[in-house]
């Protein structure tokens, strides 16, 4: 299994109502209209990520684990790699559900997107405080 940590803040306009997707950004602000961010002015994008976790996550056969850590509660979501994933984007991280596939996507076939995200957790993830985010690829 690899691992990689990515640490972000929360955001006021935090919605986290996107029925398909999940975003995590380096930006540092957000409109209210972003209703796929769950966590901004993450410290990492796809080039900052171990060379190993990007190939791993370039497989077929990879599972992934997304945990977002807000405070003492957590989210897990589940999803798979693919051939396809370029994982070029400089700015956002997209977990989708579907299969669509583009340089911003993380992984695909995740079991939650953000409308998913228990409400009382998408609460902390309103504040400006710290978010970590582990991203486990077994393949």
């Not at 993450?42 to 190939?55: M, P, Q, R």
């Not at 996507?105 to 997107?113: H, N, W, Y």
Request: aromatic share 4%.
């Amino acid at each position: 299994m690899l691992i990689d940590t990515i640490r972000a803040k929360g955001h006021h306009n935090i919605k986290a109502t996107h029925k398909t997707t999940l975003q995590i950004t380096t930006d540092e602000q957000i409109s209210k209209r972003a209703d796929c961010i769950i966590a901004v002015s993450a410290d990492k994008s796809f080039s900052d990520l171990a060379n190993e976790v990007k190939t791993a996550l370039s497989a077929n056969a990879a599972t992934v684990r997304l945990t977002i850590w807000a405070g003492h509660a957590s989210e897990v979501i589940t999803g798979f790699g693919n051939t396809d994933l370029t994982h070029s984007d400089a700015t956002d991280m997209v977990v989708r559900k579907s299969t669509f596939t583009s340089g911003r996507t993380l992984m695909i076939g995740a079991d939650k997107a953000a409308a998913d995200l228990d409400r009382k957790f998408v609460e902390k993830l309103k504040k400006p405080e710290d978010i970590v985010i582990t991203i486990e690829v077994d393949f």
